[in-house]
């Protein structure tokens, strides 16, 4: 614990250091630099100008002014900062499992700034994650979109103009059944597939109502009457958002007849999912999910984890992406999430996707399904300067992120890193000095090591040719 506060504190001054040069002119030069939009750039340069991409192109083509800190990137890779579409990185809470739709609960509410992962997945190159709710409920709550700004508050974190979404799950989890109920107690409705599919079309049912007792109030102020208001329900409020399209769905789910069940029902009711979340079985039913509109944001190579994941196959996303599906990879781990660039070079190898396509599916298509692409997703002058500049290609295992940008600033860096580790050993060490110097502080006490039985030369000689040297197993 002490160790991270410390850790957040250092982090804290060089953010407070980048902070101070952001209005600054930076300019990136002699880089490749891999667009995700137009190409690839061989010996190119990136102007960043309050915090925005100002100019990309050439070294030649691209002009700096005399003040402009300048970050000499020969022999590196630049790409955008990558985008995850499915994270629980920094929430206090996940699930609120109590009941089967709890749309009234947002995960904004829980973003915990000082969360370790923050800062081990800018160290991967990860700068905006969509923080879901869990999925233990047919529908859950609503999601929050952040940037790792770390060492930042969380009003500074949240992108301020990003689009609502909302959590629904569908199959195993939300019907419990890897989640028995405790002796004694009662199950939770839903148990059963049908069930969860009850759950949604009843809570769509209740907010079209309820938005039909708000039309008819305002209708009725209109006329001059004073009608007295419907009772304010939360959760109904976010059905009928969802009604009217001002919250996108993003659904858990795994198996094909579940996938064309809900995007069925969503269009009995005049809506579509926006994006089916990890859609393993995405490649038996691309045609319908095409035709119906959504997205697919998808777990690369993960299989047989339960019985719903057993028939998910690798070649997915290329399926998907040649039947013209926005396909993303997300992490849903933040141990994936610090190597998100590999899990896309994977989808180079299984269905030949090109570079671009592979790099868009963390980059610039995530973008598109949080409707962020205008801001980032790519590097194209008007957007946020979001930035991972790599020591080599960044689909080679070889690879490694040195330096990673939010609008400019500078949240990873890794010679400044390596700085702050001698710091924070050199800080813990005088801290304990100090402690065991102060009068009525009681020492901390050595754990005693167990002895480690030895043997002579000749027993292990005896030993290994089972000769009369060896000894009883002690």
Same mark, same amino acid.
């Given at each position: 614990?002490?160790?991270?506060?410390?850790?957040?504190?250092?982090?804290?001054?060089?953010?407070?250091?980048?902070?101070?040069?952001?209005?600054?002119?930076?300019?990136?030069?002699?880089?490749?630099?891999?667009?995700?939009?137009?190409?690839?750039?061989?010996?190119?340069?990136?102007?960043?100008?309050?915090?925005?991409?100002?100019?990309?192109?050439?070294?030649?083509?691209?002009?700096?002014?005399?003040?402009?800190?300048?970050?000499?990137?020969?022999?590196?890779?630049?790409?955008?900062?990558?985008?995850?579409?499915?994270?629980?990185?920094?929430?206090?809470?996940?699930?609120?499992?109590?009941?089967?739709?709890?749309?009234?609960?947002?995960?904004?509410?829980?973003?915990?700034?000082?969360?370790?992962?923050?800062?081990?997945?800018?160290?991967?190159?990860?700068?905006?994650?969509?923080?879901?709710?869990?999925?233990?409920?047919?529908?859950?709550?609503?999601?929050?979109?952040?940037?790792?700004?770390?060492?930042?508050?969380?009003?500074?974190?949240?992108?301020?103009?990003?689009?609502?979404?909302?959590?629904?799950?569908?199959?195993?989890?939300?019907?419990?059944?890897?989640?028995?109920?405790?002796?004694?107690?009662?199950?939770?409705?839903?148990?059963?597939?049908?069930?969860?599919?009850?759950?949604?079309?009843?809570?769509?049912?209740?907010?079209?109502?309820?938005?039909?007792?708000?039309?008819?109030? /305002?209708? *009725? #102020?209109?006329?001059?009457?004073?009608? &007295?208001?419907?009772?304010?329900? %939360? $959760? +109904?409020?976010?059905?009928?958002?969802?009604?009217?399209?001002?919250?996108?769905?993003?659904?858990?789910?795994?198996?094909?007849?579940?996938?064309?069940?809900?995007?069925?029902?969503?269009?009995?009711?005049?809506?579509?999912?926006?994006?089916?979340?990890?859609?393993?079985?995405?490649?038996?039913?691309?045609?319908?999910?095409?035709?119906?509109?959504?997205?697919?944001?998808?777990?690369?190579?993960?299989?047989?984890?339960?019985?719903?994941?057993?028939?998910?196959?690798?070649?997915?996303?290329?399926?998907?992406?040649?039947?013209?599906?926005?396909?993303?990879?997300?992490?849903?781990?933040?141990?994936?999430?610090?190597?998100?660039?590999? /899990?896309? *070079? #994977?989808?180079?190898?299984?269905?030949? &996707?090109?570079?671009?396509?592979? %790099? $868009? +599916?963390?980059?610039?298509?995530?973008?598109?399904?949080?409707?962020?692409?205008?801001?980032?997703?790519?590097?194209?002058?008007?957007?946020?300067?979001?930035?991972?500049?790599?020591?080599?290609?960044?689909?080679?295992?070889?690879?490694?992120?040195?330096?990673?940008?939010?609008?400019?600033?500078?949240?990873?860096?890794?010679?400044?890193?390596?700085?702050?580790?001698?710091?924070?050993?050199?800080?813990?060490?005088?801290?304990?000095?100090?402690?065991?110097?102060?009068?009525?502080?009681?020492?901390?006490?050595?754990?005693?090591?167990?002895?480690?039985?030895?043997?002579?030369?000749?027993?292990?000689?005896?030993?290994?040719?089972?000769?009369?040297?060896? #000894?009883?197993?002690?």
């Amino acid at each position: 614990m002490k160790r991270t506060i410390l850790f957040f504190l250092l982090t804290l001054a060089f953010g407070a250091t980048a902070l101070a040069q952001s209005n600054e002119e930076i300019l990136i030069r002699n880089a490749t630099i891999m667009t995700a939009s137009r190409g690839t750039i061989e010996g190119g340069s990136i102007l960043i100008r309050n915090g925005k991409i100002a100019a990309v192109g050439k070294v030649a083509d691209v002009k700096a002014g005399a003040n402009a800190k300048i970050i000499d990137a020969t022999g590196m890779y630049v790409t955008p900062g990558f985008v995850d579409s499915h994270s629980h990185t920094a929430l206090d809470g996940t699930n609120e499992g109590t009941l089967s739709n709890t749309s009234m609960v947002r995960m904004g509410d829980v973003v915990n700034p000082i969360d370790i992962n923050i800062y081990r997945q800018l160290a991967g190159g990860m700068t905006t994650i969509h923080q879901l709710h869990g999925s233990a409920n047919a529908i859950g709550g609503q999601n929050s979109i952040i940037k790792l700004k770390w060492g930042k508050p969380v009003d500074q974190m949240k992108v301020a103009d990003a689009p609502r979404t909302v959590k629904f799950a569908l199959g195993e989890n939300p019907k419990r059944s890897n989640s028995p109920a405790l002796p004694g107690a009662t199950r939770r409705f839903p148990a059963t597939r049908m069930g969860v599919e009850e759950v949604i079309r009843e809570s769509f049912t209740q907010g079209r109502e309820y938005l039909q007792q708000w039309d008819a109030y /305002e209708l *009725a #102020k209109k006329r001059g009457e004073n009608p &007295l208001p419907p009772r304010r329900d %939360l $959760k +109904l409020e976010a059905m009928a958002d969802i009604l009217r399209g001002k919250i996108d769905i993003h659904s858990h789910c795994y198996r094909a007849d579940e996938i064309v069940m809900l995007m069925r029902l969503c269009e009995e009711f005049g809506i579509r999912v926006h994006t089916l979340q990890h859609t393993l079985e995405g490649f038996k039913v691309a045609p319908e999910i095409a035709k119906h509109g959504a997205s697919a944001s998808i777990l690369p190579d993960w299989w047989g984890y339960k019985w719903e994941a057993f028939d998910a196959i690798p070649f997915n996303a290329a399926i998907m992406t040649r039947r013209g599906i926005v396909v993303s990879i997300h992490s849903d781990s933040n141990e994936h999430a610090r190597r998100f660039y590999q /899990e896309a *070079a #994977k989808m180079m190898k299984y269905g030949d &996707l090109t570079e671009e396509e592979a %790099l $868009k +599916l963390v980059t610039l298509n995530p973008a598109i399904q949080m409707r962020l692409e205008k801001r980032i997703g790519s590097i194209d002058v008007g957007k946020d300067a979001d930035l991972v500049l790599f020591n080599g290609h960044p689909f080679s295992v070889y690879s490694r992120p040195e330096m990673t940008m939010i609008e400019g600033e500078v949240y990873f860096d890794r010679k400044q890193d390596l700085e702050n580790r001698a710091k924070l050993t050199a800080e813990k060490k005088a801290l304990i000095e100090k402690e065991r110097r102060t009068p009525g502080v009681a020492q901390p006490t050595v754990q005693q090591q167990p002895v480690i039985p030895t043997l002579s030369e000749e027993e292990i000689d005896g030993h290994q040719h089972g000769g009369p040297g060896r #000894k009883k197993q002690r």
